[in-house]
């Protein structure tokens, strides 16, 4: 069974680039015959905001895209994400940190080495070897390690848009955290342990998330799981020319009547390089055949892409 998903943090409502990701991922799960899955990733409490999961989903609801299976949330998932961890720990695959951010800064200084805006720092390893009577703070995939059993710290595969892409986790990311200071499980654990319970096969997402496919390889091979395919789709950029974002104070999404959600619609089409088409889109009879006009569009584009 083919399986796609849309994914969000319930932050805030959905913006023009949300939509997009959505509207993304529900064609291209039709386009391959398959289901389309709704997952609402709220496993970071603080940052979510009451009401808004609901929100998201009434949106989605406006704009024609309906999950096929019940609505998922990270947040009741914990005992998988624990599950997931042990099963690394037992293989020596990972290891606990006592290291602040400040002091990873302050050790990649040291090394001469700069921090990208928008990047974290790469971790050197410090409590790779021990905690040398440090309390614990978090756990991290041991990169290194696991690199030297699979023969190689580079990670290659191919994106059903951006075509092959590579990445050396060892040298660009270090080895990564699976469980955070405060105790939220990271975004990395979290994403593959639920595609791969999920049977999720196709994952579609926004470009910004490229980078983070070859860690959740790292993890989906540790762990024993399937890949998945990726297609990452392009950004949505604000006027300073940002990525159209919650923590950018992105607009939400105007749906407040069937002409607004043509409009919000048509500019997501537009997004993905699909036609802007000349029917109303006003009534959900126009919703459901510019849905299948634009399905048909993506088949053409990306599925001589996939398997």
């Known amino acids: 069974m083919i399986r796609g998903r849309f994914a969000p943090s319930p932050t805030g ?6 939509l997009v990701a959505a509207l993304a991922s529900w064609l291209d799960a039709r386009a391959l015959k398959g289901e389309w899955w709704v997952r609402m990733e709220d496993v970071d409490g603080p940052r979510c905001m009451v009401g808004s999961a609901a929100s998201i989903l009434h949106q989605l609801s406006l704009c024609g895209l309906h999950s096929d299976s ?7 998932r914990n005992s998988l994400y624990e599950q997931a961890l ?3 720990i037992a293989k020596g695959l990972a290891y606990p940190c006592a290291c602040t ?3 990873i800064e302050e050790q990649q200084a040291t090394l001469g080495l700069s921090l990208e805006r928008h990047k974290s720092a790469v971790y050197p390893g410090t409590c790779r070897n ?28 191919t994106d059903r848009r951006l075509g092959p892409q590579s990445q050396n986790v060892q040298e660009e990311v270090g080895d990564f955290v699976l469980k955070r200071a405060d105790g939220v499980w990271a975004y990395q654990l979290a994403v593959v342990v639920d595609d791969a319970a999920q049977g999720i096969t196709h994952v579609v997402r926004g470009e ?4 983070n496919t070859a860690r959740q390889y790292l993890l989906q091979e540790a762990l024993g799981y399937k890949h998945p395919y990726y297609l990452h789709t392009p950004l949505v950029l604000g006027d300073n020319g940002e990525k159209l974002s919650k923590q950018n104070d992105a607009k939400a999404l105007d749906l407040s009547s069937p002409q607004a959600v043509c409009l919000a619609m048509q500019s997501a089409a537009s997004a993905l390089g699909l036609s802007t ?7 959900s009879a126009g919703l459901d055949l510019a849905l299948s006009t634009w399905s048909q569009e993506w088949a ?8």
């Open 13 to 18: 409502e959905l913006h023009a680039g949300s």
């Open 70 to 76: 019940e609505v998922i949330y990270q947040s009741h």
């Open 86 to 88: 042990h099963q690394i």
């Open 101 to 103: 951010r400040k002091e």
């Open 130 to 157: 021990g905690l040398h009577g440090k309390p614990v703070r978090a756990w991290r995939f041991n990169v290194l390690k696991w690199s030297e059993l699979r023969g190689s710290p580079e990670v290659h595969w």
């Open 208 to 211: 910004d998330l490229t980078d």
């Open 277 to 283: 088409l000349a029917l109303p889109v006003s009534n």
């Open 300 to 307: 053409q584009k990306y599925l001589r892409a996939s398997p």
